[in-house]
């Protein structure tokens, strides 16, 4: 009854043994069968994320070529916001065909009056030869030898010089053109204690005309003064009559919209 017994324990033991044997062994599927559950979720998102969308691609790139093309408008429909006004601005003067020219003619024939006026004011002068009237491109000149107006090495204005200047100064007045003053000089050297050089001498020239216009009630602000000495001579040096014409005083009546410094 013992041996029985022992038997049927030994059977139940080894039944016992073999049924935890196969459930310890197959306990790798449990593991293997969440790896592929994974790793095919990873591939699903991955396919997901590569995968263009036409449809929001075509509407982003129809949105860009309306924002950058200047020829067409967003509507409201297509854009799901009210109209939009598109304001243009008035076009300047310059893009109105004609009216720079017309402008241009204008200050041109204000400086033709201007450059008749003060001929008829320094007509003594003209008659000569000692002053010249010249139309520029950009404005007027008006040459005045030097001899009429210093003495020979000096700066200061002779007396009936000054008489001139002011019957020219009271034409300019009633404008409000830039006015250059130039000083130039022949090619002889001048050495003095006051005028080490031509610089000096011409700068001065155009100096003392300058402070004359200020006294006779040009505005300041108006005027420049220059000094070429001979760096722009109008007549060749190698006769005494060029070297006198090449002696002068240049006032630059210049258009409205011009810098007094051009030339």
Same mark, same amino acid.
């Given at each position: 009854?013992?041996?029985?017994?022992?038997?049927?324990?030994?059977?139940?033991?080894?039944?016992? *043994?073999?049924?935890?044997?196969?459930?310890?062994?197959? +306990?790798?599927?449990?593991?293997?069968?969440?790896?592929?559950?994974?790793?095919?979720?990873?591939? $699903? $998102?991955?396919?997901?994320?590569?995968?263009?969308?036409?449809?929001?691609?075509?509407?982003?790139?129809? *949105?860009?070529?309306?924002?950058?093309?200047?020829?067409?408008?967003?509507?409201?429909?297509?854009?799901?916001?009210?109209?939009?006004?598109?304001?243009? *601005?008035?076009?300047?003067?310059?893009?109105?065909?004609? #009216?720079?020219?017309? =402008?241009?003619?204008?200050?041109?024939?204000?400086?033709?009056?201007?450059?008749?006026?003060?001929?008829?004011? /320094?007509?003594? /002068?003209?008659?000569?030869?000692? &002053?010249?009237?010249?139309?520029?491109?950009?404005?007027?000149?008006?040459?005045?030898?030097?001899? =009429?107006?210093?003495?020979?090495?000096? #700066?200061?204005?002779?007396?009936?010089?000054?008489? #001139?200047?002011?019957?020219? #100064?009271? $034409? /300019?007045?009633?404008?409000?053109?830039?006015?250059?003053?130039?000083?130039?000089?022949?090619?002889?050297?001048?050495?003095?204690?006051?005028?080490? *050089?031509?610089?000096?001498?011409?700068?001065?020239?155009?100096?003392?005309?300058? +402070?004359?216009? &200020?006294?006779?009630?040009?505005?300041?602000?108006?005027?420049?003064?220059?000094?070429?000495?001979?760096?722009?001579? $109008?007549?060749?040096?190698?006769?005494?009559?060029?070297?006198? +014409?090449?002696?002068?005083?240049?006032?630059?009546?210049?258009?409205?919209?011009?810098?007094?410094?051009?030339?």
């Amino acid at each position: 009854m013992a041996a029985t017994s022992r038997k049927r324990d030994a059977a139940t033991q080894r039944r016992r *043994s073999r049924r935890e044997s196969n459930e310890h062994s197959d +306990r790798w599927i449990v593991s293997y069968a969440d790896f592929i559950t994974l790793l095919f979720a990873f591939f $699903v $998102v991955m396919y997901a994320i590569s995968t263009l969308n036409e449809s929001k691609y075509r509407v982003i790139s129809d *949105s860009l070529l309306q924002a950058f093309r200047h020829d067409r408008v967003v509507t409201a429909q297509t854009a799901g916001l009210a109209p939009i006004t598109r304001i243009q *601005s008035p076009p300047t003067p310059k893009t109105i065909p004609g #009216a720079a020219a017309a =402008v241009q003619r204008a200050k041109q024939q204000k400086l033709r009056t201007m450059a008749s006026r003060i001929g008829d004011a /320094l007509q003594p /002068l003209v008659q000569s030869g000692a &002053v010249r009237l010249t139309q520029l491109p950009h404005g007027i000149a008006i040459e005045i030898n030097a001899s =009429v107006l210093f003495a020979p090495g000096q #700066a200061v204005l002779q007396t009936d010089s000054i008489v #001139a200047l002011q019957a020219a #100064a009271q $034409v /300019l007045q009633d404008s409000d053109n830039p006015i250059k003053v130039e000083g130039h000089t022949d090619p002889v050297p001048i050495a003095s204690a006051q005028y080490p *050089s031509n610089w000096e001498l011409s700068s001065a020239r155009a100096s003392s005309v300058v +402070r004359l216009f &200020v006294a006779s009630g040009i505005a300041a602000s108006r005027l420049t003064a220059t000094g070429y000495a001979d760096n722009r001579p $109008v007549e060749a040096n190698d006769t005494p009559e060029g070297r006198a +014409r090449n002696r002068r005083v240049t006032l630059m009546i210049l258009e409205d919209d011009a810098s007094p410094v051009e030339s």
